[in-house]
Structure formats: structure tokens, C-alpha cells
């Protein structure tokens, strides 16, 4: 974006779509939405464009990008799927999981994407929105969480603008996004299946598919999306596990830990992951000096969650 320019926000109707592809293929950022969270796009061929995605988020350029195709055959041009990533990429495609396989040398996704790793990872979103957009580019596009960098992820329209605003020319409005949590990643690499982030599909829908999966673990060199510890981090300081507050917190409840917003009262996993960044996003702005979160199951999507409050609460 130029000096002066102001960040607007759609309905991602048709005409919307039309001036995201035409943004894009400018080389320019949009701001789409996916069944996951919001995601910042950029053409994944244009290498000066996929630059501005980190300088947008102040991202650290050795956390590689993921990359959005319309369908499983268009993997095919980029990596090489191997009868496992094909099992998967069937189960759980369109979708939120990505595959990290390794790279073709006659991919034309831009080296900055995969920030030096041989490897590339890929996802078919499952969202309308995202999906028009990439219909109508033609090409694959980068696209991480539309935030800056180790912030909260944001899930409604709104959020990109308060974290983004003045840096991306268009966010598409569909709305607040149905999984709240981002994709789940797996490596295939040698036909060996490594889980490298928890999230929207939990290890035990993944193993139906791989069998026993291994887990990286955090003192992995960073090999996909959200493996930095300090991630997904709210401004306040933030306390896990609590099953009361001070004044001086905002309590994140669970269950039945009521608290000043209740990830699910009923305890459903899923209506937590979909709540979990909307709630901190309002815990931030509470007004309070820092954030209480309630504990939270381990087993299924709580995995998910419990991983993304740890890195939000690991130390600066």
C-alpha cells in the first residue's frame, strides 16, 4: 500500500471477488477469509509479493507460508504426494489440514514461501470465499493468519482491521469463521507422518487415516506454520488454568468455570476452538492488565487449544 491509503472492508460478494483477484494479481495483499481463521493472501508465485505478507506481519522470514490451491490435483504441480499424503489429502480435502511434502523443483510457488526448507505446505480450503478467489486469480496464493506476527488470529473481518489496518488495501467479509482454530499440519516426507500443529482436525481423526502419529516438539527447527513458542500471543500477560481471576484479570471460563466469557458452558471442545481467539481478542480489550484462562481438556480439540494458550502464554 501506498502512503494514504486506507484499508476497506467487502462483502465478499462477486464484484468483492473480482477486485480481490485484480489486487492480487497486482501483487498486492488481501485479506480472505477461510473456515479457519482469516488469511492474508498474496499471489505464491510473486516473490516480491509474498514479501509483503511478512513485512505487513513483521514476520521472521524462517517461518515458511502456507500455500492455498483450489483442489488435490493441483498438489500434484507442487509437491510430491506420496500414497499417504493421497490418503490423507482424500480424507480430509477440501479442508483444514496442510500437508507438508517435499518441494518440486518445477513448482512455481516463489522460494520465500517455503523459507529455504525443501519442503512446501499446501492446503484446499474449504470456504467459498477463499475458493472464488482462487478461481479467479488462477494461481495458488500464500496465506497466513491475517494478524501481526505472534498476535491473535483473527476470525471476524474486524479483527484483521484492528491488527492490520493501513497494511492491507481489502479484507473480504464472510463473516465470523466456522472452525475458529487454525489448520491442522502433517509432514509426509518418506512415508513417514509427523503431526507438526494441532488443530481443527484432532490426532485422533488423523490417526484413523496414519496410524500413531509423531508429535514435533517445540525445540524442532521450524518446519511449518505456528512451531515458534511465542505465538499467537495476546498483548496482556496471560494465565493458564485458573479457576478464579483477580480484579485485575479477565477470566476466560470453561465449563463450569463461568468467568467474564465462557468458551462453551456446555464444555463442547468445538464451540471453544471457534470461540478461543474471538474471546481473547476481547479479553485484550477489556480494559483489564491481564487475561485468566479457565482449564481446558487435553483430549481431541482440546489439544489444539492447550497448545495455542501455552505459546500464548510462553515468555517475550
Same mark, same amino acid.
Given at each position: 500500500m501506498t502512503a494514504g491509503e486506507t484499508t476497506r472492508i467487502r462483502l465478499a460478494d462477486?464484484?468483492?471477488i473480482a477486485e480481490a483477484a485484480a489486487l492480487l494479481d497486482a501483487g498486492e495483499l488481501?485479506?480472505?477469509?477461510?473456515?479457519t481463521v482469516y488469511g492474508l493472501a498474496a499471489d505464491a508465485t510473486n516473490g516480491a509479493a509474498v514479501a509483503r505478507i511478512y513485512a505487513a506481519k513483521g514476520r521472521p522470514s524462517f517461518n515458511p507460508l502456507i500455500v492455498h490451491l483450489p483442489n488435490g490435483e493441483a498438489a500434484r504441480g507442487h509437491a510430491r504426494m506420496e500414497p499417504l499424503a493421497q490418503a490423507l489429502a482424500a480424507r480430509f480435502w477440501p479442508g483444514p489440514l496442510t500437508l507438508v %511434502?517435499?518441494? #518440486?523443483e518445477s513448482s512455481p510457488v516463489a522460494a520465500l514461501v517455503t523459507a529455504g526448507l525443501p519442503t512446501v505446505a499446501l492446503r484446499v480450503p474449504a470456504h467459498r470465499a477463499m475458493q472464488a478467489v482462487l478461481a479467479a486469480l488462477g494461481r495458488p496464493l500464500a496465506a497466513p493468519s491475517?494478524?501481526?506476527?505472534?498476535?491473535?488470529?483473527?476470525t471476524h473481518a474486524a479483527h484483521v482491521r484492528e491488527s492490520l489496518a493501513g497494511r492491507v488495501p481489502l479484507i473480504l467479509d464472510a463473516g465470523p469463521t466456522s472452525a475458529g482454530l487454525e489448520s491442522s499440519i502433517v509432514s509426509v516426507v518418506d512415508g513417514k507422518a509427523r503431526l507438526l500443529r494441532q488443530g481443527a482436525i484432532s490426532r485422533e481423526q488423523l490417526e484413523e487415516v496414519t496410524g500413531p502419529l509423531e508429535i514435533a516438539e517445540d525445540?524442532?527447527?521450524?518446519?511449518?506454520?505456528?512451531? #515458534?513458542?511465542?505465538?499467537y500471543a495476546p498483548a496482556l500477560p496471560l494465565r493458564l488454568n485458573a479457576a478464579s481471576a483477580d480484579a485485575r484479570e479477565f477470566l476466560i471460563g470453561f465449563g463450569a468455570v463461568a468467568g467474564d466469557a465462557n468458551l462453551s458452558p456446555?464444555?463442547? %471442545?468445538?464451540?471453544?476452538?471457534?470461540? %478461543?481467539?474471538?474471546? #481473547?481478542?476481547r479479553a485484550q480489550s477489556s480494559g483489564r492488565t491481564a487475561i485468566a484462562v479457565a482449564p481446558i481438556p487435553t483430549h481431541g480439540l482440546g489439544a489444539a487449544i492447550n497448545d495455542r494458550l501455552k505459546r500464548a502464554a510462553a515468555p517475550l
Amino acid at each position: 500500500m501506498t502512503a494514504g491509503e486506507t484499508t476497506r472492508i467487502r462483502l465478499a460478494d462477486m464484484a468483492a471477488i473480482a477486485e480481490a483477484a485484480a489486487l492480487l494479481d497486482a501483487g498486492e495483499l488481501v485479506a480472505i477469509p477461510t473456515e479457519t481463521v482469516y488469511g492474508l493472501a498474496a499471489d505464491a508465485t510473486n516473490g516480491a509479493a509474498v514479501a509483503r505478507i511478512y513485512a505487513a506481519k513483521g514476520r521472521p522470514s524462517f517461518n515458511p507460508l502456507i500455500v492455498h490451491l483450489p483442489n488435490g490435483e493441483a498438489a500434484r504441480g507442487h509437491a510430491r504426494m506420496e500414497p499417504l499424503a493421497q490418503a490423507l489429502a482424500a480424507r480430509f480435502w477440501p479442508g483444514p489440514l496442510t500437508l507438508v %511434502l517435499p518441494r #518440486l523443483e518445477s513448482s512455481p510457488v516463489a522460494a520465500l514461501v517455503t523459507a529455504g526448507l525443501p519442503t512446501v505446505a499446501l492446503r484446499v480450503p474449504a470456504h467459498r470465499a477463499m475458493q472464488a478467489v482462487l478461481a479467479a486469480l488462477g494461481r495458488p496464493l500464500a496465506a497466513p493468519s491475517a494478524n501481526r506476527s505472534g498476535r491473535l488470529s483473527p476470525t471476524h473481518a474486524a479483527h484483521v482491521r484492528e491488527s492490520l489496518a493501513g497494511r492491507v488495501p481489502l479484507i473480504l467479509d464472510a463473516g465470523p469463521t466456522s472452525a475458529g482454530l487454525e489448520s491442522s499440519i502433517v509432514s509426509v516426507v518418506d512415508g513417514k507422518a509427523r503431526l507438526l500443529r494441532q488443530g481443527a482436525i484432532s490426532r485422533e481423526q488423523l490417526e484413523e487415516v496414519t496410524g500413531p502419529l509423531e508429535i514435533a516438539e517445540d525445540a524442532d527447527p521450524v518446519a511449518a506454520p505456528g512451531m #515458534l513458542l511465542n505465538h499467537y500471543a495476546p498483548a496482556l500477560p496471560l494465565r493458564l488454568n485458573a479457576a478464579s481471576a483477580d480484579a485485575r484479570e479477565f477470566l476466560i471460563g470453561f465449563g463450569a468455570v463461568a468467568g467474564d466469557a465462557n468458551l462453551s458452558p456446555s464444555g463442547d %471442545l468445538v464451540e471453544a476452538a471457534a470461540n %478461543l481467539f474471538d474471546f #481473547l481478542h476481547r479479553a485484550q480489550s477489556s480494559g483489564r492488565t491481564a487475561i485468566a484462562v479457565a482449564p481446558i481438556p487435553t483430549h481431541g480439540l482440546g489439544a489444539a487449544i492447550n497448545d495455542r494458550l501455552k505459546r500464548a502464554a510462553a515468555p517475550l
